[in-house]
Each structure stands twice: as structure tokens, then as C-alpha cells.
């Protein structure tokens, strides 16, 4: 049977320019969801507490404590809904539609209170450079329910992608989540060694906060899709940073390391439109990963599945 990642109209074309003002509206939607996540949880090594996860409609919390027990928060990207569980027995939704996006923080801490749920949320987004407060930004209002049905397709395909060469490391490794802060989907491999602190610059993200996400030897990799003039993409860096990896030699054809930005990059057009997306992407992911541990002189025969 063909794997369902080598289907064409599984990776549907995503121009960045195409959704613009929706992939932004909904950046700041996903923070907003996400920073309830970073509030209720208890803290996990390099914040694996706070991205939120792909699931079979869309994204998810995944469970969360709160007074009354376990809750969960879901973007429903199939019927364009947010919905509320909690173990209490409450489900309560609201329509994922056109809206500002301090209309949507206005409703979403109603249906909150309304659930039981009692939280308090820095209300300023990360790692962008806007940051005007959720509850007065009204300039961000879009939302092209096809646009968002795209781009859930192809996080739905590359998350399967991502899992399965997550499944190839025995080594300390990451879920496959989604950061909402960067907006991508990513996993990462450990070598088990510390790594030097990290110098920080993100905008509008504390430094401290930046250097427990990278406080160890890491390889990781990722889709993104795109922004700021550039184009959705598949990802692999290592950090700290390898000078030599801009000489390595990985796969596909198409793939390409940016000294500007010290990373490899595969063109999600590329990807897509590969006689077999699922290899190409595949290839990506191993050949990089295989150049930058090799470089890092990782022990990969304790680390790796045979």
C-alpha cells in the first residue's frame, strides 16, 4: 500500500505570501493557547512542557493540570472549532473564524472561567517583533479557513515524517511538537553531553529562557512554514553551531546549507514536488543529521537503531 506522505495531495502547495495575515493571526492565536499550557504545567527539561502537539483534527495542549483535575485545549482544523475538555465532564467550543486577536483572547478566557479553568497568562507574544498585548491587538483579524485546512495537512504529513525518524534514535529525543513561539513543528536529538550557554538574542524572549532550551549537544530538525519573506522549508541544525557543515555534502538535490543563518534547509516546494516526497524528506533528515554528527563526533553506535 503507498504511504499515505507520498501522495500528492497530501502536500498541498503553501505560497507564504497566500496566507499572510491568517498564518500571522493564528501565531498569535497558538501563543496564546500555548502560554495557558506554560502556566498549568510543571516544568520539563528544555520546555517540553509548553509546545502543543499534532493530532488527527489539529493541535493539541494535551492534558493539563488545573484544580478540578486533567484539561486539554484543541484547534480543531477540520470543523474550524477550539474546544475545551476538561475531566469535570465540561465541553465547551468556540468558532474558529475571522476575528481580532483580542477578541479571540477576550472569548477564550471566558471559556475558560466558564470551564473552571483558573489561569493567569503573561498576555505578550515571543519571538516576534510585535509585541503589542493580546488583548488590545486588533490588526491581526484574518482567518481563510482553506488556507489554515492546508496548512494542517501538511503539519499532519510532516509530523508522521518527523515520528518516524524520530523512531530511529535511541538517544535522549524529543516528542515531535509544535513550538508556538518559533511557529514550527521540530524534534531533537541529544548526544548526552552538555553544551556551552547560549548567547541569547531572541526577540522579545529572555536569554535564560533561550539557554535551558539549549543547555545541551543538540542535532534538531523541522518544517516552518515560512514568513518574513521567506518560504516554508524543512530544517536541520546542530548546536552549538559547525563551521564544516556548509562544505557537507546531503540529500536531496535541492537541499542547501544558509551560513547566514547556520542552518540546512530543503524547500518545502521542492519536498513536495519530489517523485516521492516521503523519500526526499527522509533523505533530509538522515543525511544532515548523519553529516552534523559526524562532524560533532557523537557516539552513534550507542545512540542510533541499527
Known amino acids: 500500500m503507498k504511504h499515505s506522505t507520498d501522495s500528492a495531495a497530501a502536500w498541498p502547495a503553501l505560497p507564504a505570501d497566500s496566507w ?26 528544555h520546555w517540553w512542557q509548553v509546545p502543543l502537539y499534532v493530532t488527527p483534527r489539529g493541535l493539541s495542549t494535551g492534558p493539563m493540570p488545573y484544580s478540578a483535575g486533567s484539561c486539554e485545549v484543541v484547534f480543531d482544523f477540520r470543523q474550524h472549532k477550539l474546544r475545551v475538555h476538561t475531566s469535570a465532564g465540561r465541553s465547551l467550543e468556540m468558532e474558529l473564524r475571522p476575528r481580532s486577536v483580542a477578541d479571540f483572547y477576550q ?30 491587538n486588533q490588526h491581526h483579524h484574518a482567518y481563510d479557513a ?20 524520530r523512531g530511529r ?30 548567547p541569547g538574542g531572541m526577540p522579545h524572549l529572555a536569554d535564560w529562557v533561550t539557554r535551558e532550551s539549549y543547555s545541551a ?20 541544525y546542530a548546536y552549538p553551531g559547525i563551521p564544516e557543515l556548509a562544505q557537507a555534502a546531503v540529500q536531496p ?4 546549507f544558509s551560513a547566514e543563518m ?10 513536495r514536488t519530489a517523485a ?21 563526533h557523537w557516539d552513534r553506535a550507542r545512540l542510533e537503531r541499527p
Open 217 to 236: 549537544e543538540q542535532i534538531a530538525a523541522g518544517w516552518w512554514p515560512g514568513g518574513n519573506g521567506q518560504e516554508a522549508a524543512f530544517y536541520s
Open 146 to 165: 482553506a488556507a489554515v485546512s492546508q496548512f494542517w495537512d501538511v503539519l499532519l504529513q510532516a509530523d508522521l515524517l518527523l515520528n518516524e525518524f
Open 20 to 45: 499572510t495575515d491568517t498564518r500571522q493571526t493564528l501565531h498569535m492565536w497558538t501563543q496564546i493557547v500555548g502560554k495557558t499550557r506554560l502556566a498549568l504545567s510543571p516544568m520539563l527539561n
Open 169 to 198: 534514535f535511541t538517544g535522549k529525543c524529543s516528542p515531535v511538537h509544535f513550538f508556538w513561539g518559533s511557529f514550527d513543528l521540530a524534534v531533537t536529538r541529544f548526544s548526552g553531553r552538555p553544551a556551552p550557554p547560549h
Open 276 to 296: 516521492s516526497p516521503r523519500q526526499a524528506v527522509l533523505a533530509f533528515l538522515q543525511t544532515t543529521y548523519e553529516a552534523a554528527a559526524h562532524a560533532a
Open 253 to 256: 538535490a535541492e537541499a542547501f
Open 262 to 271: 547556520g542552518e540546512f534547509f530543503l524547500p518545502y516546494e521542492a519536498a
Open 107 to 136: 472569548h477564550y478566557r471566558a471559556l475558560l472561567r466558564e470551564a473552571g479553568i483558573t489561569v493567569r497568562i503573561w498576555g505578550v507574544p515571543v519571538e516576534v517583533e510585535d509585541v503589542t498585548p493580546f488583548a488590545e
